[in-house]
């Protein structure tokens, strides 16, 4: 395999991971999910025609070039589709901005440029080009069709659409840049506009590379090292762009992850919790199996993974959730609970935090037998979290606490059982 099919192939198998990230946003029927997945199927699947796989599963067609059209048709699909999602997306803010207004004004022109642009491509393809020589001449498009006007009007259509578009994303994302507040935005967003300025480079070099040869055809290594330089452009280019796009995206990957993580250390003391008093989960813990020991994962999984759209809303509800479940817990523990959570946990050898965090679970697994009992005034109770992050922290260490323990260290008085 050669370089410049492993270079493709690297770009493939990104391109796919992208399409693939983005997947369960557009099975929920995402708009821009939706839009980001088709666009980056779309130019997928150009850059496999641009593989030796790609050609050889076209070629049988009978239509010499036909991987190129197809390969050129489709980038432009690809293109057609990032740029309205951009557009739409910075259409968003104010109305009156420059680049809002020249936003729109793509967005708007966008479609139907792309579909003139194809059809336009097509009809010189087929009427215009002369496609009579093969691979056995000359192994590149260009190299094939030199000296031909046709090709000079074909990739014409093609790089004045490219660098049009190039240009408006890498505008845009130049801007949003350097507006960002957080590093890892800024530095996709720059990484992605950088991107696209070297294909518009990429376009260009190309354009004028393709002017000389059509009046003057160059020799053969000359056609060989612009094809190895402006490759070299656009894979940068186009790399950039990909890993650019990948880092927020990154970012929001590690969010969810980190927000199961989360969740799977918080599942135990919410389960207790839900099933204990009555009314306050949203949605009650699963019972696959009528509670079956072995079933036991697969419901946790199913309260983890399942019922809110993202995983950031389902701790947000796990956390509220809990915190409305130990104040129903206050209004009917015995008022000296906690005081004597808190002997006990300094009795087991825990001091500072750490017998903070004990008491609290020392006192919710004592509270718990009294969740059917009559609600009362709430009784004292100290905790942490002065917002969510500190939140969700404490307790994770709560929780962590909270199964260690396998009964009630600080027993109720029979009167409050």
């Known amino acids: 395999m050669s370089v410049s099919d492993l270079t493709a192939t690297l770009i493939l198998a990104l391109l796919l991971l992208q399409a693939a990230v983005r997947l369960p946003g557009t099975l929920r029927g995402q708009r821009r999910s939706r839009s980001l997945s088709g666009a980056f199927t779309a130019f997928a699947i150009a850059w ?67 579909v003139a642009t194809v059809v336009c491509m097509t009809t010189v393809f087929f009427l215009v080009l002369d496609r009579s020589k093969t691979g056995k001449d000359s192994p590149y498009f260009i190299g094939r069709h030199m000296g031909d006007p046709g090709l000079a009007l074909y990739m014409g259509l093609f790089y004045t659409y490219v660098v ?49 040869a059509t009046l003057h055809p160059l020799p053969a290594r000359d056609l060989a090292d612009q094809e190895h330089i402006t490759d070299t452009v656009l894979y940068t280019g186009f790399l950039l762009w ?4 990948i880092v927020p995206a990154l970012r929001a990957l590690l969010t969810r992850a980190r927000s199961i993580h989360a969740i799977l250390r918080l599942h135990p003391l919410w389960r207790d919790l839900a099933l204990a008093v009555d009314g306050i989960a949203l949605y009650q813990p699963a019972h696959l199996l009528r509670g079956h020991r072995a079933a036991a994962p697969l419901s946790t999984l199913r309260d983890v993974l399942s019922h809110d759209a993202t995983p950031q809303i389902r701790l947000g509800r796990y956390i509220t959730e809990i915190r409305d479940a130990t104040h129903e817990l206050r209004r009917r523990a015995p008022a000296d609970l906690y005081e004597r959570a808190v002997q006990f946990a300094e009795a087991k050898g825990h001091r500072g935090p750490e017998a903070a965090v004990t008491a609290e679970a020392y006192w919710l697994k004592a509270a718990l037998p009294a969740a059917r009992q009559p609600a009362g005034a709430p009784t004292a109770f100290r905790t942490a979290g002065d917002d969510f992050g500190t939140e969700v922290s404490w307790l994770m260490q709560v929780s962590h606490a909270y199964r260690r323990i396998s009964f009630a260290p600080v027993p109720l008085p029979e009167t409050a059982k």
């Open 48 to 114: 496999w025609l641009r593989t030796g796989l790609g050609r050889n599963a076209v070629d049988p067609l009978g239509v010499n070039d036909l991987p190129t059209l197809l390969k050129h048709v489709l980038a432009i699909a690809g293109i057609c589709v990032l740029l309205m999602y951009v557009c739409d997306v910075y259409a968003e803010e104010d109305t009156s901005a420059r680049h809002i207004r020249i936003s729109t004004l793509v967005q708007r022109a966008t479609a139907y440029a792309s």
């Open 164 to 212: 049009a578009a190039a240009l408006v994303c890498a505008y845009q994302w130049g801007r949003a840049a350097r507006r960002a507040g957080h590093w890892s935005l800024r530095t996709g967003l720059t990484m992605m506009a950088t991107g696209m300025t070297l294909i518009v480079i990429y376009a260009v070099m190309r354009t004028l590379f393709l002017s000389v």
């Open 242 to 245: 990909l890993l650019g796009s």
